[in-house]
């Protein structure tokens, strides 16, 4: 029977192999920001770390399960937007978020609050004109005055709403608001005596929210025509997150440019069922696209029909994001969108935090602090010189064992951890991904698995001689044997993995990965290197020699066999 053609071309596969890492290296070198080092967790490179405290509009302590509901948004936010390696825990009543690097502001911009109300507009002035009587608000069924500079855009076909310029040029994506200050309300009330020194900062959050809802969220037209007329948009907003939506409400929009006297909501973010981010570009802008629930569905198309021609506002945190003019109505298919000055982070930023719903709780946040890695990089050097000696204890026994065909293994190895390296590069680039102290351990245990695989096939090598075959007879057969095994085998790895990302969170999520990741390319490495390698070995005359290949014992074995079948048939 002649030997088995199953890799008939182990040079053709040691090509593809070879175009494989020059794809990967042409991607680290020539795409991107061309760096060629992985992006590295917490644990090993440091990061920022962000304190949220809780602010309930009674002053009361928040209870645990508001926080875990907060814990658990903030980090679908953190996986929605691929920002790997961050950490959100729960320390006594607050939130402490830590993310790598030095980007504290990303931190807070997970914090957000993220309550979405649509409200109709009722009047709005230029924030320049803060201080001066603003005009009245138009009577029922008469279309608002549009503002300096808004030029309505046709309302798409496909699309519930308009996405008409809004008031005073495009509205800005909502960035991560400071935090409040130590103070009441400013300026909307002269006669408002100052704070009381004997406040503690609690009780001074509860009064600032009390004294804003009093002035911005009164029903009569006198004190909200007031407030629009004392509100200033470039100072912080006590009232962020915490405005009762049974209510009005005189707001700013999100750069600062309009305020704006707002309904009733009639539209509860809690109605979205999901949020996409994407471009426009008949408009060439950035939006967020919203569709609604059943309930919310119904609202839209019922609000729509009430405001045609008029204004109606997207509010986040109390923040006006965008407020375009309903063009027509009523608008069916519970779907709309939000147009603003966004850019493609900020856009994605608001849809990934619609989408995942707004917290429980509004969060006063803390100055960032710089979290030290030198627990770390010590961690990291002990477990790379730990490693280190693994393998090369690896090698020498392969070599001591198999001879010259511990040079193949090594070969792969260094072939495996090229790969590895190369694409731990690019998926931190391309998807966030951070390389911490779990993730180096599931490579190390990823690679040990590749050097199973070698010694599976090798093992299938020798059963294959003991059979009498030579070395260029076995290595093909072998390989036939050996292969289904290497398959089961990562096969079961590489479940056990997959579960275990899917059910972990925090960093073992980091070494499931890797450990996925490793397993994958140890099948690659094996099919498309080892395997290869060793046929090609076969079909010398230098690696036949048992001296060089290691196999002289297992070859008198089958010749021992063979004398004694022999002696067995003549007797």
Not at 267 to 277: F, H, L, P, V, Y
Not at 448 to 472: L, N, P, Q, Y
Not at 489 to 507: E, K, P, R, T
Request: hydrophobic content about 45%; charged content about 15%; aromatic content about 6%.
């Amino acid at each position: 029977m002649p030997p088995s053609q199953g890799s008939a071309h182990p040079l053709r596969l040691l090509g593809v192999y070879a175009a494989l890492l020059a794809v990967i290296y042409a991607l680290v070198f020539f795409t991107g920001d061309k760096s060629s080092t992985p992006r590295l967790g917490i644990d090993l490179q440091g990061g920022t770390r962000v304190t949220l405290t809780a602010r309930t509009p009674d002053g009361g302590k928040p209870n645990q399960d508001s926080l875990k509901k907060a814990q658990e948004i903030i980090e679908n936010r953190v996986n929605g937007l691929g920002v790997a390696g961050s950490e959100v825990v729960i320390d006594g009543d607050n939130l402490v978020i830590t993310v790598p690097g030095d980007d504290g502001a990303q931190a807070r911009a997970l914090a957000t609050t993220a309550k979405l109300y649509i409200r109709p507009v009722l009047n709005a002035v230029p924030a320049a004109q803060r201080g001066q009587t603003p005009p009245a608000a138009p009577a029922p069924g008469e279309a608002p005055p549009p503002a300096a500079g808004e030029v309505p855009a046709p309302a798409p076909a496909d699309s519930a709403p308009s996405v008409g310029a809004p008031a005073s040029g495009e509205v800005p994506a909502p960035q991560p608001e400071p935090a409040p200050q130590q103070r009441v309300f400013p300026a909307q009330a002269p006669t408002q005596p100052p704070a009381d020194p004997n406040l503690t900062p609690q009780e001074l959050a509860v009064k600032e929210i009390q004294d804003a809802k009093a002035v911005r969220q009164s029903s009569d037209p006198a004190v909200a025509q007031a407030a629009m007329a004392a509100l200033d948009c470039s100072k912080p907003d006590p009232l962020q997150g915490n405005d009762d939506p049974n209510l009005p409400l005189v707001a700013c929009s999100t750069d600062g440019q309009e305020i704006l006297l707002l309904d009733k909501s009639r539209i509860d973010g809690q109605e979205i069922k999901s949020a996409t981010s994407g471009m426009n570009t008949q408009q060439a802008r950035h939006e967020v696209y919203l569709e609604f629930k059943s309930a919310g569905s119904d609202a839209w198309s019922q609000l729509t029909g009430e405001y045609v021609n008029k204004r109606v506002a997207f509010v986040l945190d109390t923040k006006v994001v965008s407020a375009p003019v309903v063009q027509q109505g009523p608008q069916q298919g519970g779907r709309t969108q939000i147009s603003g000055n966004f850019t493609a982070a900020s856009a994605k930023e608001l849809a990934n935090t619609l989408k995942y719903g707004s917290l429980p709780l509004s969060f006063q946040t803390s100055e960032a602090e710089t979290v030290s890695a030198t627990l770390g990089l010590s961690s990291l050097k002990a477990g790379l010189l730990a490693g280190a000696i693994g393998l090369a204890v690896v090698l020498l026994y392969c070599l001591a064992y198999y001879r010259m065909l511990g040079f193949v293994t090594g070969l792969s190895l260094v072939a495996s951890g090229l790969a590895v390296y190369g694409i731990m590069v690019l998926l931190g680039r391309w998807i966030g991904f951070t390389l911490d102290l779990a993730g180096i351990a599931g490579l190390i245990i990823g690679i040990g698995m590749t050097a199973d695989s070698f010694v599976v096939f090798f093992e299938r090598i020798k059963d294959e001689m003991r059979e009498g075959r030579s070395f260029r007879s076995a290595a093909p057969r072998g390989w036939q044997r050996a292969r289904r095994t290497i398959l089961s085998g990562n096969a079961v790895s590489f479940i056990a993995a997959a579960v275990l990302y899917i059910l972990a969170v925090g960093q073992v999520k980091g070494f499931a990965f890797t450990l996925g990741l490793t397993t994958i390319l140890d099948v690659v490495v094996v099919f498309l290197m080892t395997s290869p390698l060793v046929l090609l070995a076969s079909r010398t005359n230098f690696w036949a020699k048992p001296s060089v290949n290691g196999l002289g014992a297992v070859q008198q074995i089958a010749r021992e066999r063979k004398a004694a079948q022999t002696a067995l048939g003549k007797a």
